[in-house]
């Protein structure tokens, strides 16, 4: 739907989900998102990343390629690295999703240990009179 509205060069719908990130339809035929960032001296990736839905098995494999290269990174910096060229729509949940299923990320998750406190001492706990 958007692809159409796009590419006649018509506005979307009031109701869309794109709208704040004010799309346009690219010279290859790549829906990009808009923004204020035309006149920056940034890459073009950069200043109009590619948008992706949120569910598509090759936005999947985008994700696990770059947390493979990114050496298992956390959903953070995966997240961070994806903003540099993509702009998945619901980018956290795909992303927590990827990095959830990566099993030697499972494996390697660190346990951390809890700690049972000692007894308080006796003076701590016993009533006595100031400075004793």
Known sequence: MEVSYLS??????????????????DDSGIIRVGGRLKNSILAYSQKHPIVL?????VVNLIISDYHLKLLHAGPQLLQAALREKFWILSARDS??????????CFRNR?????QIMGDLPE??????????
């Open 95 to 104: 992303v927590r999703r990827v990095v959830r299923r990566c099993i030697s």
């Open 53 to 57: 839905p949120k569910t598509d098995h």
């Open 110 to 114: 660190p346990k951390f240990a809890e």
């Open 123 to 132: 003076s701590r706990v016993c009533p006595s009179s100031v400075f004793q």
């Open 8 to 25: 006649a060069g018509k506005q979307l719908p009031s109701t869309n989900k794109l709208i704040p990130l004010t799309p346009f339809y």
